[in-house]
């Protein structure tokens, strides 16, 4: 948990995309800051699709103290990467089901802006992704990742070969649909779906998660978060899946380099929120006797 904010008056808000009939929704929500003398600034996308005016993005992310997003968890996983370096702690109030990262339901909106006030929460420190691809002809590009990333074939039709080394060692070469990379944050998303592990989200650790493999031998395997992971693949047009929202082409032995970002990303949940409740309730494991 880190240090609480000395000043906390201004929110800046993301809705989720392409569904306009939030507006009503965002509306509601937004009475209910201003009705505690909270600010409120809106993107400008955000703005546009439900035809208010708003601000540019870079421009909300330095006015604002927290961001907000109004939607589930993919809305929630896009504004931590492009917030990234604005450094600004964030939360999410899930417009539908409860969500493992949007946590704040609407119903709970009202009560939870009196926590923020009052001081009466707590800020979480997620592990990140920083992500390199070098390219066999000199290129680089970098992203960061809260989820995963996944190196993955372009053809269903196709098995990929991937070369995986720890630390300058190489370490196994799967073969099968792909390689997931997941943070612990991650654990519940994609590499849950293939038979990984989950793992407490404030963990600084690596899962490594073969989808589909070829082998029966082939298992997930987590690393600890300070290791440097690099990926390759002498296959033509693999992609690298960045938390399921961007994606990069991949030519054969390009490499891809996995790390653990300086610092992590900030999210604000409330000091009653457990994340083993949250667990029982989405995956809907055994009754308590």
């Known amino acids: ?37 909270l600010k409120v ?25 927290v961001l907000v997003s109004l939607g589930g968890d993919g809305s929630l996983l896009s504004l931590v990467r492009r917030s990234y370096k604005h450094k ?7 417009a539908g089901s409860l969500g493992f990262l949007a946590d704040v339901s609407l119903d709970n909106v009202e009560k939870f802006i009196k ?9 979480d420190e997620r592990m990140m992704i920083e992500g390199i691809i070098k ?32 630390d300058d060692k190489w370490f196994n070469t799967y073969r099968g649909d792909g390689l997931i990379v997941s943070t612990p944050t991650g654990s519940t998303a994609y590499n849950l779906a293939v038979g990984g592990p989950v793992m407490y989200p404030l963990t600084h650790a690596f899962i490594m998660t ?6 029966l031998t082939q298992r997930p395997l987590v690393v600890p978060g300070d290791f440097t992971i690099e990926l390759t693949s002498p296959d033509e047009n693999n992609i690298a899946v960045i ?43 055994g009754d308590k006797r």
């Open 1 to 37: 948990m880190t240090k609480l904010l000395e000043k906390i008056d201004t929110f800046g808000f993301t809705l989720k995309p392409n569904e306009p009939e939030i507006k009503i929704i965002f509306n509601n929500v937004k009475k209910l800051f201003e009705k505690y003398g």
């Open 41 to 65: 600034l809106l993107s400008k996308e955000s703005a546009e699709m439900i035809g208010e005016s708003g601000i540019s993005f870079d421009d909300m992310c330095k006015e604002s103290d």
């Open 88 to 94: 600004k702690p964030v939360f999410g109030i899930n």
């Open 115 to 123: 926590d923020l006030i009052s001081q009466n929460y707590r800020i």
């Open 135 to 166: 390219s066999t002809d000199g290129k680089r590009s970098s992203f960061f990742a809260f989820n995963d990333v996944v190196l993955t074939r372009s053809a269903i039709s196709k098995m990929v070969k991937v070369n995986a080394s720890i």
């Open 210 to 215: 073969p989808i589909s493999a070829h082998s």
């Open 243 to 285: 938390d399921g929202q961007d994606d990069y082409e991949l030519k054969p032995d390009d490499i891809l380099i996995i790390k653990g970002a300086k610092r992590g990303a900030r999210l604000i949940h409330s000091l009653e929120r457990n994340y083993f409740d949250v667990l029982r309730e989405k995956l809907h494991w």
